[in-house]
């Protein structure tokens, strides 16, 4: 008779421990290491970016990244030499290539991790677009005229 006293003790222990425990979550000491949720990307900064001048030239950095290619807007002037400085970060088939049609620019293989140099001069004002080599993503340079 001993034993099923002791069998209910030991049945009824553990749910009664359980019933005692905190259902409060810790707080979380920095929400910066806590994981986003599900379909949520940071926020992407879509205000054309202005190129830097090195040696008379206008450079764009551009990065083919998690997120596409950033900056996927930016702006240069007519008639000014500009080099584009495209890196590819991710191992992505559609981030492995970078073209801009209507200048002739060919499709520029993007090694992973290796700064690839695209050099032309940008001729009239107006808006150009640049693809991807799987022509999925897509970007806008505007082109302006310098203001007199």
């Not at 879509?46 to 900056?71: L, T």
């Not at 150009?128 to 302006?144: F, N, S, Y």
Request: charged content about 20%.
């Amino acid at each position: 008779m001993t034993r099923l006293p002791l069998l209910a003790l030991l049945l009824t222990a553990p749910l009664a421990l359980t019933a005692c425990a905190d259902d409060t979550p810790a707080p979380v000491e920095n929400a910066v290491d806590a994981p986003e949720p599900l379909g949520t990307a940071p926020a992407v900064d879509d205000q054309p970016v202005e190129p830097r001048m090195e040696d008379g030239v206008q450079v764009v950095d551009i990065e083919a990244g998690s997120m596409g290619f950033q900056p996927r807007e930016f702006t240069l002037q007519a008639g000014v030499p500009a080099r584009l400085v495209v890196t590819r970060t991710v191992e992505d088939d559609c981030s492995s290539q970078f073209t801009i049609p209507a200048y002739d620019v060919d499709t520029e293989r993007l090694p992973l991790g290796e700064p690839v140099a695209i050099e032309f001069t940008p001729a009239e004002s107006g808006e150009v677009e640049w693809v991807c080599g799987m022509d999925m993503q897509r970007g806008t340079i505007a082109i302006v005229t310098a203001a007199s």
